[in-house]
């Protein structure tokens, strides 16, 4: 790619967290979906860079971001950079969706809509998935390894319009997969990073 091309590129943006400032408050660079970090964690630098620490489980802190964000879209690409610290499967990088509580707003149940990504699913590998209908009705795209402890740049894809959804690891592409769903059908009144729909 030229610096032509990824210049087209960043002006293509809805969205961007870079986790740079101090406190709780999560600024959207692009857009005005701003965001919170939530339970306990503050932003905060690491090599002179904005960060956040992010702890998961049912207690840990996570990125508080805003509903709609994702189903108000038709394709989406979906970067971020991780340093994972290891640990139990199914922690989340990301999870966009809702959950089978009967008040689905920020209370974990067992997952219902959701598209999510983990850097070690059930078989040990880096996975996206997505779902209209909880686990029985998931679509998943496997990595061969879980995500490696040290800092990465993890890309989901869903592409609509070219019915597919990618899973890229520092610009290779690890896996694929057909997809037939839609964005749009997605109820995310959760939008976390670091924060399942699943209670653990």
Same mark, same amino acid.
């Given at each position: 790619?030229?610096?032509?091309?990824?210049?087209?590129?960043?002006?293509?943006?809805?969205?961007? &967290?870079?986790?740079?400032?101090?406190?709780?408050?999560?600024?959207?660079?692009?857009?005005?979906?701003?965001?919170?970090?939530?339970?306990?964690?503050?932003? !905060?630098?690491?090599?002179?860079? +904005?960060?956040?620490?992010?702890?998961?489980?049912?207690?840990?802190? &996570?990125?508080?971001?805003?509903?709609?964000?994702?189903?108000?879209?038709?394709?989406?690409?979906?970067?971020?950079?991780?340093?994972?610290? +290891?640990?139990?499967?199914?922690?989340?990088?990301?999870?966009?969706?809702? !959950?089978?509580?009967?008040?689905?707003?920020?209370?974990?149940?067992?997952?219902?809509? &959701?598209?999510?990504?983990?850097?070690? !699913?059930?078989?040990?590998?880096?996975?996206?998935? &997505?779902?209209?209908? +909880?686990?029985?009705?998931?679509?998943?795209?496997?990595?061969?390894?879980?995500?490696?402890?040290?800092?990465?740049?993890?890309?989901?894809?869903?592409?609509?319009? +070219?019915?597919?959804?990618?899973?890229?690891?520092?610009?290779?592409?690890?896996?694929?997969?057909?997809?037939?769903?839609?964005?749009?059908?997605?109820?995310?009144?959760?939008?976390?990073?670091?924060?399942?729909?699943?209670?653990?």
């Amino acid at each position: 790619a030229t610096l032509a091309d990824c210049d087209s590129l960043e002006s293509l943006l809805s969205h961007r &967290y870079d986790f740079e400032g101090s406190g709780t408050s999560v600024k959207d660079r692009v857009g005005i979906a701003h965001g919170v970090v939530a339970r306990g964690s503050t932003l !905060s630098k690491l090599d002179g860079k +904005g960060v956040v620490l992010l702890g998961g489980g049912d207690v840990g802190a &996570y990125v508080d971001l805003p509903n709609g964000l994702l189903s108000s879209l038709q394709n989406a690409t979906l970067e971020a950079w991780v340093t994972w610290g +290891g640990g139990t499967s199914w922690q989340r990088i990301f999870d966009f969706g809702d !959950s089978t509580a009967s008040v689905p707003e920020n209370n974990q149940a067992n997952g219902k809509t &959701y598209l999510f990504l983990t850097p070690k !699913s059930g078989s040990g590998v880096v996975a996206l998935a &997505y779902s209209l209908g +909880g686990v029985a009705q998931e679509l998943d795209v496997n990595g061969t390894s879980s995500l490696s402890q040290s800092l990465r740049q993890v890309v989901a894809v869903a592409d609509d319009d +070219g019915d597919k959804v990618l899973l890229y690891i520092d610009g290779v592409n690890v896996a694929e997969n057909t997809w037939t769903g839609q964005l749009s059908k997605i109820n995310d009144v959760n939008v976390w990073r670091g924060r399942s729909q699943y209670a653990t």
